[in-house]
């Protein structure tokens, strides 16, 4: 797999957690870096952007030597680096891209400039088979305010009128008990039918000829770090052209939250580098993730939000 991220040096995010959870899953990991920043686990102290050129090297070098079968992108650091790699997108070099929006460090500081907001918009989007927004940067991405789980999902169908193929709006910043993610698809046979597969949907549609929604109680899928006490409630809705899928998972409380979109979103390529569908990838990242979370909830690392668990670390211990 391919992942085009910036350099974290607290460890905790950006290329170091895609590179953790890219070997927890068994995916070589090559490395196109975008930035290197220097950073605690509460700070921002510096960023140093990539030249665009020596960034498309790397990505030349990357798809010429292996077979790539999935794409993360994650911090673009400057609207250069968004536009070049929009083109090795839209020219086909890159294949199940996903792509995280990193606008803003977890502390708040702007991790790229307003053009470069411009470029994702209306380049690197159209061109995602993924986008995978948290709020705040769904908000900069639609310019609607975001203040509950329909605007999550009227945030996601903009991104996909934008020319996502699916978006992701993902609700970790709302308090709350649990963790609500928003998926909304496009009307492709492919995603409905990998819809219909997820609910198992055996039901008749109702008269109204919408799906029925159905709620499943998750059974960790295999091949991923499991925690017993944790549930899952998928629930799947289709209406004339568009489909949603809502992702709720039980909140861990914890401040070691540092690198949970990254590796989201690295978690969601690996699983189409193996195989799934978007939407079935999209599902096992979400346990993926909620289980690296659960695993580093007692960690005392760094006094900020320090990292999380994608090796599985404490359930071998
Ligand atoms: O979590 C977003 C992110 C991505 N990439 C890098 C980062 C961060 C957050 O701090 O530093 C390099």
């Known amino acids: 797999m391919l ?8 460890g905790g995010a950006g290329m170091q957690a895609d590179i953790r959870t890219l070997g927890a899953l068994g995916i070589h990991c090559a490395c196109a870096l975008t930035a290197v920043t220097a950073q605690d686990t509460r700070h921002v102290a510096g960023i140093l952007p990539v030249p ?16 790539i079968l999935a794409t993360k992108i994650g911090m ?8 070049r790699v929009a083109q ?50 769904a908000e900069l ?33 709302v308090g709350g008990s649990t963790s609500m993610d928003v998926v909304a698809c496009g009307a492709s046979d492919d995603l409905r039918i990998a819809i219909d597969a997820l609910a198992q949907d055996s039901r008749p549609a109702a008269p109204d000829g919408t799906s029925p929604s159905l709620d499943v109680t998750g059974q960790s899928p295999e ?3 499991s925690q017993s006490s944790t549930s899952f409630h998928i629930t ?22 540092r690198g949970t979109g990254c590796t ?32 580093a909830s007692q960690w005392t690392l760094g006094k900020g939000n320090g990292p999380i668990d994608q090796l599985g670390w404490n359930e071998q211990s």
Do not use: W
């Open 3 to 10: 992942v085009v991220a910036g350099s974290d040096s607290s």
């Open 52 to 67: 665009a050129t020596l960034l498309d090297s790397q990505i030349e070098l990357a798809i010429g030597d292996f077979t």
């Open 76 to 83: 673009l650091a400057t609207e250069d680096n968004v536009i």
């Open 88 to 137: 090795r997108v839209q020219a086909g070099d890159l294949p199940n891209v996903v792509v995280d929006p990193v606008l803003a460090s977890s502390s708040g500081k702007s991790l790229i400039d307003q053009d470069g907001i411009r470029a994702y918009r209306e380049q690197l989007l159209p061109a995602a088979l993924l986008v995978t927004p948290n709020i705040p940067e």
């Open 141 to 173: 991405l639609t310019g609607m305010a975001i203040g509950n789980e329909a605007d999550m999902a009227r945030a996601g169908t903009l991104l996909v009128e934008m020319g996502a193929t699916v978006a992701m709006v993902k609700g970790g910043h």
């Open 223 to 225: 091949g991923v770090i």
């Open 236 to 257: 799947t809705t289709a209406q004339g052209n568009r489909s949603e899928i809502v992702l709720t998972a039980p909140r861990v409380r914890t401040k070691n939250t």
């Open 264 to 295: 989201l979103s690295s978690a969601i390529a690996a699983y189409m580098a193996r195989g799934d569908t978007v939407v079935d990838a999209i599902v096992k990242a979400k346990y993926f993730v909620t289980a690296a979370i659960a695993g």
